[in-house]
């Protein structure tokens, strides 16, 4: 069974601030893909990026960033100089090779940004 | 990236009623397409899972009569709640993918179901 963990399910930061999200995650499979979301108050899932198991590469995309060690089964997302428009509630999920698109998603990590 | 357009976004409706709640890839054909629920401050936990032309697969412990899912055409998807009752409002959330081997889904903007 597929399992992802964010163990902060709140975070609180002042604008500025960089802050990084946990995930931690448990799968059988050799091939997966790992997902962060980020779900505004208005609710849309918003994708901000995919990685395969077998790209270990970290990933910097403006002030995100994101470091993937499948030694410690972990995917942790980073964002730099936080905004007040980054609160939101950021999921981790989990994607099985077998089944694409059948995503396992943490619990969420609700981030408040304040000025 | 490619748009799934879910509708309607909100919904309000009368204990008892059905509602229907449709998923449509705009720009891509979707040959798979899921449908999650979200509680609020929770997850999204999968309720089943789509292909066109053939029935829906659901997860366990999700009521197949309950919710009933239809993939008709390449581009659409709906989700009826059937009878639907206070205790099932919450958030749907759908998503599609083009092809068995895509790793991606596109997701929906959601709709937000009141049951009254």
């Known amino acids: 069974a597929q399992k992802v963990t964010q163990a902060q399910t709140e975070i609180s930061v002042v604008e500025k601030e960089d802050v990084t999200l946990d995930c931690v995650y448990e799968?059988?499979?050799?091939?997966?893909?790992l997902f962060w979301y980020k779900q505004p108050p208005s609710g849309e899932l918003v994708f901000l990026i995919r990685?395969?198991?077998?790209?270990?590469q970290n990933e910097i995309s403006g002030r995100y960033s994101w470091n993937f060690q499948k030694s410690t089964s972990s995917f942790n997302f980073t964002i730099t100089a936080s905004q007040v428009v980054d609160s939101a509630v950021y999921f981790c999920?989990?994607?099985?090779?077998?089944?694409?698109?059948?995503?396992?998603f943490g619990d969420g990590t609700t981030l408040t940004v304040k000025p | 990236g490619a748009v799934v357009s879910q509708h309607p976004s909100r919904v309000i409706c009368k204990s008892g009623t059905s509602v229907k709640i449709e998923c449509r890839s705009l720009?891509?054909?979707?040959?798979?397409m899921f449908w999650y629920r979200q509680f609020p401050k929770k997850s999204l936990m999968l309720m089943a899972t789509?292909?066109?032309?053939?029935?829906?697969?659901?997860e366990q412990g999700v009521e197949k009569d309950k919710f009933l899912i239809n993939h008709a055409s390449l581009t659409l998807s709906t989700l009826t709640v059937t009878s639907a009752h206070p205790e099932d409002s919450s958030f749907y959330i759908c998503?599609?993918?083009?092809?068995?081997?895509?790793?991606?889904?596109?997701f929906g903007q959601g709709t937000r179901l009141t049951v009254v």
């Open positions: 998503s599609a993918r083009t092809d068995r081997l895509n790793t991606e889904a596109f």
């Open positions: 720009d891509f054909q979707a040959t798979t």
């Open positions: 789509s292909n066109e032309g053939s029935k829906a697969t659901y």
């Open positions: 799968t059988r499979d050799t091939t997966y893909y």
């Open positions: 990685r395969n198991s077998f790209d270990e």
């Open positions: 999920a989990l994607g099985s090779n077998t089944n694409a698109g059948k995503s396992t």
